[in-house]
C-alpha cells in the first residue's frame, strides 16, 4: 500500500520512525504570491522579511539528504514565480532528488515546462474548479482560470501525464465545488491525472473564511461515492477516511517543513516552530523535539476517539485540524466524520 504522497510504502515509514530518518522534506522557497486564495494556510497579515538565501536552502537540502530524505517537496507562496526556480530544480537535480511541487501554475509556460520534464519533477496543480467563476472566485485572482489552464496545456506539451512524468490536481473541497467533485474526479482519471482532494485545514483564510465550510456528513459522502466512482469505473479500491480522498497522510512520521524564513514546523497544518535552521541543524531539531516525537509515537500519544478508532493503525485524523480547531495537536480530529457522529 503506497501512502502520503503515492510513493512511500508501510514498511519505508516503519523503517524511517524506527532509525529516525526522514523521506522527504517540505520546503518553502518564498511566501511571495500572486494568487490570495480564501483557504489558504499562509497568514496574509503577517508579512515575511529576511527569507532563506538560495545558499541557505542548499544547506538545508543537504541536511534533510543526510538524514535520509529522497523528496524534496517545494511549496509556496507560488514556486513557479520564485526567480531561482530552475537554480533550484537543477541542484536538487544533481544532488539526485525527488522533486515535487504544489503550484498554482501560473508561472509555467513551454520553456518552465520542458526544464520540470528535463527534471522528472512531480508537479499537482492547484485547481478547485473547471468553472471559472468559482476557480477565480476561490483563487481571490481574476484570470486565475485561463493562468491554470494554460499551465496544464504547457504541462501536457511537455510529456505530462506520463509514467516517468507524474500529474496530479491539488483540489481542497469546499462548499463552492462539493457538487462538481465527483465528475472531475472521473474527468482526472480518464486524463490519468492523480486527484489529490483534501479537506481544508481550519486555518489563517481557510479558518476566516467560514462560508467555505463542509459539514463532516457532507465529507463522508463525498468520500464515499468518490471511492465507489474508482472501484466501479477504475479498478481501484480505497476506504473512505479523511482528509486525502483515497490516500492517507502519514506525513509526521516520515516529513518535515521548513518554512521561507527557516523555521522547522511539523507539517503546515501544526504551526508550532520547533526551532529554526539558523540556529541549529535539521538532525538536532527534529532528534530533541518532543513535538515530533509526541507525533512518531502518535499510538500511544494520540487522545479520544482517534486513539480508540478501528483506523488507529493507519491514520491519525487531521494533526493540522486538530491543533488549528482546539490548540492541541495530539487532540481528536474535530473534522473528522468518525469523530463527530
Known sequence: MQIYNFEFSEQEIHEAVATGRLLSMEIEFSRVCNFRCSYCYVDEKIECGNELSREEIRDVIRQAKELGARKIIILGGEPSIYPHLVEML???????????????????????????????????????????????HLA????????????????????????????????VICRQN???????????????????????????????????????????????????????KFGRKWEPQPPLAGNKCMRHQVSCVVTATGDVM????????LDNIRNSRLASILKNSEVINNLKNYRQMIKGECRSCEKAAECYGCRGAAYQLTGDYLASDPTCWRNSA
Not at 513551454?110 to 474548479?129: F, P
Not at 505530462?160 to 483540489?171: D, R
Not at 462539493?178 to 492523480?194: A, D, G, K
Not at 511539523?266 to 516552530?273: D, H, L, Q, R, S
Open 90 to 136: 537543477r541542484f536538487l537535480g544533481k544532488e539526485d532528488l525527488e522533486i515535487e511541487m504544489f503550484t498554482n501554475g501560473s508561472g509555467i509556460d513551454k520553456e518552465l515546462a520542458d526544464v520540470l520534464a528535463e527534471e522528472k519533477v512531480r508537479i499537482a496543480l492547484k485547481m478547485n474548479s473547471r468553472d471559472e467563476k468559482i476557480q477565480d
Open 140 to 171: 481571490g485572482k481574476k484570470g486565475a482560470f485561463r493562468m491554470i489552464n494554460r499551465a496544464l496545456a504547457a504541462l501536457k506539451e511537455a510529456g505530462y501525464p506520463s509514467k516517468e512524468l507524474f500529474l496530479a490536481i491539488s483540489t
Open 178 to 232: 462539493i457538487r462538481e467533485l465527483p465528475s472531475m474526479w472521473q474527468w482526472l482519471r480518464t486524463e490519468n491525472i492523480e486527484p489529490y482532494f483534501e479537506v481544508i485545514t481550519p486555518q489563517a483564510n481557510g479558518r476566516e473564511n467560514s462560508w467555505l465550510g463542509v459539514d463532516p456528513g457532507e465529507l463522508k459522502e463525498l468520500f464515499t461515492e468518490l471511492s465507489a466512482i474508482d472501484k466501479e
Open 266 to 273: 511539523p507539517c503546515v497544518g501544526v504551526t508550532i516552530a
